[in-house]
């Protein structure tokens, strides 16, 4: 049902359309001595250095950087951290004063217990409005080059104002941000995080992104088998640790530490010219090439972050499918033949071949991406939760 979802937008064919490259049948199941055999070469194989294993499945052109551990987060030098400041731009990512209706914090769709997403297919609003996009994690954030499903923001700070300003998200302004100018706590907060009193919204937003940079992960299994632990995956993670990087063409799109190339792909999941419409990309740069491309979403702590794509419409299982089918390849209607706008799939899309099994190990060890659960305890807001700290 999910995959064809992703169908529905596929119009007649046309002779000038994009091509749908024919589906290979899947390959052969394998036999389960050989199976074995050849997880336990592959085994010795990644476990070795990374400079060690099989050359990819990538295409040309394809600027891929290899899996690995993630770096330390960069932060900016006209916003240096401070444990003062990450402090404060926790109370303010969980309180729902910034928010115009004051019952709207940042935690409303980022939630720590939900993957640092909130699970929905897309989120609730300002006023209950529903959004358009799911609410992608902010785990791993810190190492983006641009945010938001179609890029519009540059760094961390211009994405948390962003969202405070936008009317359908958190609806505030300066003259919601002045309401904590009234909480003595918050005051005394700003002043030692910035080092000199004043509360804005474009401090508060500095500080959210400061916060926002420390949640890192890199505490899967994925990365304690990097770290020398031969045992940490499973043997299907093993064998899909092989496919993703080579017969399922993966790395393509999803390399890296934080496995994304953070770049703009079109997946076929535009609904161009049909109901549910979104062009992506295209609303930032105006650029015809841009129209259905989003970001490339990190792979990391997958599983606790469905469900997925832009639309929020899919589960893994789906998703997996999906790719294996070589996703949706969308044909013009009659009256968008000579459409400039049309989108066109991005070519490193194609149909795999994959059987049951290989789809089986490719789950196994996105699973090995998943961090273990860490509960966050929810700060205490002054004003707020703590009575004594101001009115």
Same mark, same amino acid.
């Given at each position: 049902?999910?995959?064809?979802?992703?169908?529905?937008?596929?119009?007649?064919?046309?002779?000038?359309?994009?091509?749908?490259?024919?589906?290979?049948?899947?390959?052969?199941?394998?036999?389960?001595?050989?199976?074995?055999?050849?997880?336990?070469?592959?085994?010795?194989?990644?476990?070795?250095?990374?400079?060690?294993?099989?050359?990819?499945?990538?295409?040309?052109?394809?600027?891929?950087?290899?899996?690995?551990?993630?770096?330390?987060?960069?932060?900016?030098?006209?916003?240096?951290?401070?444990?003062?400041?990450?402090?404060?731009?926790?109370?303010?990512?969980?309180? *729902?004063?910034?928010?115009?209706?004051?019952?709207?914090?940042?935690?409303?769709?980022?939630?720590?217990?939900?993957?640092?997403?909130?699970?929905?297919?897309?989120?609730?609003?300002?006023?209950?409005?529903?959004?358009?996009?799911?609410?992608?994690?902010?785990?791993?954030?810190?190492?983006?080059?641009?945010?938001?499903?179609?890029?519009?923001?540059?760094?961390?700070?211009?994405?948390?104002?962003?969202?405070?300003?936008?009317?359908?998200?958190?609806?505030?302004?300066?003259?919601?941000?002045?309401?904590?100018?009234?909480?003595?706590?918050?005051?005394?907060?700003?002043?030692?995080?910035?080092? #000199?009193?004043?509360?804005?919204?474009?401090?508060?937003?500095?500080?959210?992104?400061?916060?926002?940079?420390?949640?890192?992960?890199?505490? #899967?299994?994925?990365?304690?088998?990097?770290?020398?632990?031969?045992?940490?995956?499973?043997?299907?993670?093993?064998?899909?640790?092989?496919?993703?990087?080579?017969?399922?063409?993966?790395?393509?799109?999803?390399?890296?530490?934080?496995?994304?190339?953070?770049?703009?792909?079109?997946?076929?999941?535009?609904?161009?010219?049909?109901?549910?419409?979104?062009?992506?990309?295209?609303?930032?740069?105006?650029?015809?090439?841009?129209?259905?491309?989003?970001?490339?979403?990190?792979?990391?702590?997958?599983?606790?972050?469905?469900?997925?794509?832009?639309?929020?419409?899919?589960?893994?299982?789906?998703?997996?499918?999906?790719?294996?089918?070589?996703?949706?390849?969308?044909?013009?209607?009659?009256?968008?033949?000579?459409?400039?706008?049309?989108?066109?799939?991005?070519?490193?899309?194609?149909?795999?071949?994959?059987?049951?099994?290989?789809?089986?190990?490719?789950?196994?060890?996105?699973?090995?991406?998943?961090?273990?659960?860490?509960?966050?305890?929810? *700060?205490?807001?002054?004003?707020?939760?703590?009575?004594?700290?101001?009115?």
């Amino acid at each position: 049902m999910l995959a064809t979802l992703a169908l529905v937008a596929i119009g007649p064919g046309r002779s000038h359309a994009q091509e749908r490259p024919d589906r290979p049948p899947p390959r052969p199941m394998e036999d389960p001595d050989a199976r074995r055999a050849r997880i336990a070469m592959l085994r010795d194989i990644y476990a070795g250095p990374p400079a060690d294993w099989p050359a990819p499945h990538v295409d040309e052109g394809v600027e891929w950087v290899e899996l690995g551990f993630l770096p330390e987060p960069p932060h900016p030098p006209e916003n240096p951290y401070s444990e003062a400041k990450a402090e404060l731009g926790k109370m303010l990512f969980f309180d *729902p004063r910034l928010s115009g209706s004051g019952q709207i914090a940042c935690a409303s769709c980022h939630d720590p217990d939900l993957g640092w997403a909130d699970g929905r297919t897309t989120s609730f609003g300002h006023d209950r409005e529903l959004l358009k996009r799911n609410a992608p994690t902010v785990q791993n954030t810190a190492f983006f080059p641009a945010l938001f499903w179609d890029g519009r923001a540059g760094s961390l700070e211009e994405q948390a104002e962003a969202v405070l300003r936008n009317p359908q998200e958190m609806h505030s302004d300066e003259a919601i941000i002045a309401r904590l100018v009234e909480i003595p706590a918050y005051q005394g907060a700003f002043a030692e995080a910035f080092e #000199s009193e004043g509360i804005t919204l474009e401090r508060a937003s500095q500080a959210i992104a400061t916060y926002e940079r420390t949640l890192v992960g890199g505490r #899967s299994r994925f990365d304690a088998f990097l770290k020398g632990n031969r045992e940490a995956l499973s043997d299907a993670a093993i064998s899909g640790l092989d496919l993703f990087r080579r017969e399922a063409r993966c790395l393509n799109c999803h390399h890296g530490p934080n496995l994304s190339d953070g770049r703009f792909h079109d997946l076929g999941l535009s609904y161009y010219g049909r109901l549910f419409e979104d062009l992506g990309r295209y609303r930032v740069t105006e650029a015809p090439e841009d129209v259905g491309r989003f970001r490339t979403p990190s792979l990391r702590n997958i599983a606790s972050t469905a469900p997925y794509m832009h639309n929020g419409l899919f589960e893994l299982d789906g998703v997996l499918r999906m790719y294996d089918a070589g996703m949706a390849t969308l044909r013009p209607r009659e009256d968008q033949q000579d459409d400039p706008l049309f989108p066109t799939k991005s070519p490193l899309l194609r149909p795999l071949g994959l059987n049951a099994q290989d789809r089986d190990d490719l789950r196994a060890f996105l699973e090995s991406l998943t961090e273990p659960k860490t509960r966050v305890r929810p *700060p205490t807001l002054p004003g707020l939760h703590d009575r004594s700290a101001g009115p």
